[in-house]
């Protein structure tokens, strides 16, 4: 019997990852985030539930990317109800 890990150990350490700000040496969270979410198929829900949580729209590009990838895909689209704040505009890091 492979290893198991109950869920919501997975979610805990999911979502104890740290806020690194963008645009810093060390990775942004997103991008562990993704890291995260290609360990194991039992991690990935969890992962794009915390990627979907900050949806971060610079410029047309990325909002491109968000109705192509994700508001026409059956699967990804339903993410969009863990949305907490959606940012439009241009930033720049501190």
């Known amino acids: 019997m492979p290893p198991y890990m109950p869920p919501e150990i997975t979610d805990a350490i ?15 969270l997103s991008h562990t985030l993704a890291m995260c979410a290609l360990v194991c198929r039992a991690w990935l ?5 915390e990627l979907f949580k900050y949806i971060p729209i610079e410029d047309d590009h990325t909002y491109d ?4 990838r994700v508001l026409h895909s059956e699967t990804m689209s339903r993410y969009l109800a863990s949305v907490d704040s959606l940012a439009l505009g241009c930033f720049k890091p501190d």
């Not at 999911?14 to 942004?28: A, E, Q």
């Not at 829900?45 to 539930?49: A, D, G, M, W, Y």
């Not at 990317?65 to 192509?68: E, I, N």
Request: without cysteine; charged residues 20%.
């Open 14 to 28: 999911i979502s104890g990852i740290p806020l690194v700000p963008y645009r810093t040496f060390r990775p942004s």
């Open 45 to 49: 829900p969890r992962s794009r539930v």
């Open 65 to 68: 990317l968000l109705v192509k």
